[in-house]
């Protein structure tokens, strides 16, 4: 699995929107793993990111105010593969990385938050060996 | 135009009385600009807003009953109207947990009776927000009529936060098809502002988390996270940002300043509320609607656009 700390930079040099989409998954991957559960391989309209969406709110209502941003990146992914050559592609391919970075700034915040992930000060290994 | 929430029980919340002042005056502006009455419920107290709900969730469904009680029980209103989205959100909370969970409904009878007012029985308020007021009062068509200085040619970015569409339970009336509010894809501000002549953009992140709930606790997240909000709407193509929620209008105004100084990221794109954008296009002077209590300074912006 990708770190968590890398998946920040990897968005800003994702050059399409299927990495985009992968690296969204990644970042909901860490948060069902964080919270124990075993992240799902099935799709929920046809994409694996709203499945593991879904996943991650269940028993977490809080986890739905990324619903929307989830679905905003399936969308600026069907709207760039639709039509790849597209005069707006390019700026479609920016949003899709803002929207990205969106969806790891809130679950990587919220799991820095919530103590879980391996971050610094508060890295999970430390806790477990102090507690 | 309809009779529909001409009058109104006001509901400002603490945010409006403090952080949002400027969402209070421009809100009462406009209401009075277009002849729509608010009467703000007396005595009214804190919602229960994020701090009480997360310890002890019935303690704040009391909070928000008490508003509604007395708007109800002592003014004898039906509707409470609330601009900020957290008090929205915890009216429209309440109102579902009277309705569906017995222990909350005893939590409320056995505090209102202990605070020596009349306990709040579901249905007997219907809360709407700042958006549903004008929307339904006045209508597009009533905007297009009443437009003094149209905002064409300005490009906005619709921003409504996480907390006016969620969860979705508590909307009932949202999602209903036709013109109702949508709680995947809101657009009754944009439906207002283009009204007022201004040109919407499609902005990518209009429901998503602005960081307030974690502006004390974790200052770098929530800078972070309204930098790429402003980025966002910037590449959008937008020159301002409307909001409807103090605590996203707040956070977008400082953390936008917190980016330059520690990030040294500048961006350009204003910050106005909804409710200030459409009084200047119906004609207002931006003090009456409390532009020079915003943080972010727009009034560069405003003269260039012919807007004061």
């Known amino acids: 699995m990708i770190p968590l700390n890398d998946i920040e930079a990897r968005i800003e040099s994702a050059e399409t929107a299927s990495e985009l989409l992968a690296l969204g998954e990644a970042v909901l991957e860490h948060w069902l793993e964080a919270h124990g559960k075993n992240p799902t391989a099935t799709k929920r309209e046809g994409f694996r990111l709203l499945a593991l969406h879904r996943q991650g709110a269940q028993g977490e209502p809080s986890f739905n105010a990324c619903r929307e941003t989830c679905r905003e990146l399936v969308y600026h992914y069907n709207l760039i593969n639709l039509d790849p050559e597209h005069s707006e592609t390019a700026k479609r391919l920016r949003l899709a990385r803002m929207v990205a970075k969106h969806l790891f700034l809130f679950v990587s915040g919220k799991m820095e938050v919530d103590g879980l992930g391996e971050f610094c000060c508060s890295s999970r290994p430390l806790r477990a060996q102090s507690s | ?308």
């Open chain 2, 1 to 308: 135009m309809t009779t529909k929430y001409k009058e109104v029980a006001y509901y400002p919340g603490c945010a409006l009385d403090g952080s949002g002042h400027a969402y209070n005056t421009s809100t009462k502006a406009i209401g009075k600009s277009l002849g729509l009455k608010l009467k703000e419920v007396k005595d009214w107290n804190c919602c229960g807003a994020m701090e009480v709900k997360n310890i002890d969730p019935k303690l704040q469904t009391y909070l928000s009953s008490r508003v509604m009680s007395i708007a109800a029980n002592e003014m004898g209103f039906d509707t409470v109207m609330a601009p900020c989205n957290g008090c929205y959100h915890n009216l429209k909370k309440a109102e579902y947990d009277l309705a569906n969970d017995s222990e909350s409904a005893d939590v409320v009878e056995r505090l209102s009776e202990k605070a020596g007012h009349d306990t709040y029985q579901a249905g007997q308020i219907e809360t709407i927000h700042a958006l549903d007021w004008i929307k339904d009062a006045i209508g597009e068509d009533g905007i297009r009529e009443r437009v003094k200085n149209s905002l064409k040619g300005i490009k906005v970015a619709n921003y409504y936060g996480c907390m006016y569409t969620r969860p979705r339970h508590i909307f009932p009336e949202k999602d209903q098809g036709g013109a109702s509010e949508s709680t995947s894809q809101p657009h009754f501000m944009d439906d207002i502002l283009e009204a007022a002549g201004a040109e919407n953009v499609d902005y990518p992140l209009k429901t998503a988390c602005c960081g307030g709930a974690h502006t004390l606790s974790d200052s770098d997240t929530s800078t972070k996270l309204v930098l790429n909000l402003l980025q966002a709407a910037e590449e959008s193509g937008a020159e301002v940002i409307a909001t409807e929620c103090p605590t996203c209008h707040s956070g977008l105004e400082m953390h936008q300043i917190r980016a330059e100084t520690n990030f040294g990221i500048k961006t350009k794109v204003k910050v106005l509320y909804f409710t200030q954008l459409l009084g200047l296009a119906l004609g207002l002077k931006p003090r009456k609607l409390g532009i020079h209590e915003n943080v972010s300074d727009s009034m560069g912006f405003i003269k260039e656009k012919g807007l004061a």
